[in-house]
């Protein structure tokens, strides 16, 4: 079964550290550039990290120096450690393939930064 699962969300305060998973028992990670995305109440999913096949990584400007992507291909998983969150980065994060979009989305991990 075609299906992303994401973990690893969950309360903090600002500045603090969360370290997000993405796994899938139906799809193969190595053969894709993988990104995590994140969607705010009331706006649009964003990209704010990809990885690409040979682990270059680009990040959104809001993210850069406090986020890293990672991942490993013996576990097919990807990554997101996150430090100093700020309570802007509250989102449900996912994770999928980046350029092109391949996978259906999964049910993302809920990260909430309190000031």
């Known amino acids: 079964q075609v299906q992303l699962v994401e973990s690893g969300g969950g309360l903090v305060q600002a500045g603090g550290s969360l370290r997000l998973s993405c796994a899938s028992a139906?799809?193969?990670?190595?053969?894709?550039?993988m990104g995590w995305y994140r969607q705010a109440p009331g706006k649009q999913r964003e990209l704010v990290a990809s990885?690409?096949?040979?682990?270059?990584?680009n990040y959104a400007d809001s993210v850069k120096g406090r986020f890293t992507i990672s991942r490993d291909n013996a576990k097919n998983a990807v990554y997101l450690q996150m430090n100093s969150l700020k309570p802007e980065d509250t989102a449900v994060y996912y994770c999928?393939?980046?350029?092109?979009?391949?996978?259906?989305w999964g049910q993302g991990t809920q990260v909430t930064v309190s000031s």
């Open positions: 999928n393939s980046v350029n092109p979009l391949r996978w259906p």
């Open positions: 139906g799809i193969i990670f190595r053969f894709s550039a």
């Open positions: 990885i690409s096949i040979i682990e270059d990584t």
